[in-house]
């Protein structure tokens, strides 16, 4: 079951109500905070489900279970197939390492569930080579709320570690360990793996807010200015949506609720707002225009949350296949 669709979601929300509270709890576990949340919700909508949708949604997952295992399965194979058609091969990857490579990340996992100030307590005092070991270990838009209540003096020497960061060698994993050890009583045994570097850094600096972005971005470009350009290659942000080619914008338009449009295109440039109701219906670009034109002042930081917002619908679509990024592979599109 695709679990990047709607329809995914709610086969996968359907099938562990079926299931019950205790096998549903048992696959929760193996799931990213993230994956959790979006099939919680997905449960959650599911008021009143008709039995034949019911009995719809088992027996595929039934015709699955009798096509893809027996009692010789090999498990990692068995893994490997199932998490990728559950979860798409891209989100499916990290998920699968974690699993088959360490059975031991209680501290990382623990860090996973926090709020961002607790964690950001919890490690501000650690070597910044220990901290960037562990933020690179956790989801990019979690490690910019992190990095958002460090100093500024901390942050951009933590964020430059991560950008130069070449894979975790086995002297910081066990002093990555020590830490976790310290912080949270847990392990931390996972394996070798190249995490970090420049496309990193940009999915951190996408989500971190304009203000420290800059301070950020030049702190680094005095370290180095060909890393700093590198990582600016690879960010995507709001007004780079002028680079999509017309098709893949009205398929993230289609994604997008008209309120968050709205309160993003208060933002956005001449240029990209004409490019956008370019690719609307006309009645759909009038009623927009008219929204914008009769909705007062709105605080920056409504604006940039909103943006925010429908930057991840966009990387959720790319990393999909729907839609392709004007900066992706940097080949013409024939």
Do not use: C
């Amino acid at each position: 079951m695709e679990l990047d669709t709607n329809n995914g979601l709610e086969k996968a929300a359907i099938l562990l109500i079926a299931l019950g509270a205790e096998s549903a709890a048992e696959i929760l576990k193996i799931l990213t905070p993230k994956e959790v949340q979006r099939l919680g919700h997905a449960m959650a909508e599911q008021k009143s489900v008709p039995r034949d949708r019911i009995e719809e949604v088992l027996d595929e997952f039934l015709g699955y279970l009798a096509t893809h295992t027996n009692l010789h399965v090999d498990t990692s194979d068995f893994i490997r197939t199932a998490l990728t058609q559950a979860l798409g091969e891209d989100k499916a990857s990290n998920l699968i390492n974690r699993i088959l490579q360490s059975s031991e990340t209680t501290g990382i996992d623990s860090l996973r569930w926090m709020d961002a100030s607790t964690v950001a307590d919890l490690i501000r005092q650690e070597h910044p080579q220990i901290i960037a070991t562990i933020l690179v270990h956790l989801e990019h838009d979690h490690v910019s709320e992190i990095l958002n209540h460090f100093s500024e003096r901390l942050r951009n020497d933590v964020v430059l570690r991560i950008a130069t960061l070449e894979g975790i060698q086995p002297v910081a994993l066990r002093e990555l360990n020590e830490a976790m050890l310290r912080l949270l009583s847990g392990s931390a045994n996972v394996k070798r793996t190249a995490l970090g570097g420049v496309h990193t850094v940009a999915e951190i600096l996408n989500n971190i807010g304009s203000a420290n972005e800059t301070s950020v971005l030049d702190a680094i470009r005095e370290y180095d200015p060909d890393l700093a350009q590198q990582i600016l290659d690879e960010m995507f942000v709001f007004e780079n949506l002028l680079d999509v080619d017309d098709r893949s914008l009205q398929i993230i338009l289609r994604e997008i609720q008209s309120e968050s449009l709205i309160l993003a295109m208060k933002g956005a440039s001449p240029e990209l707002r004409e490019k956008i109701f370019k690719n609307m219906s006309q009645r759909a670009a009038e009623m927009l225009r008219e929204d914008l034109e009769s909705r007062g002042p709105v605080r920056l930081s409504e604006v940039e949350a909103e943006q925010k917002e429908i930057l991840k619908i966009v990387r959720r679509l790319s990393d999909e296949g729907q839609i392709v990024l004007g900066s992706q592979g940097g080949e013409q599109m024939l």
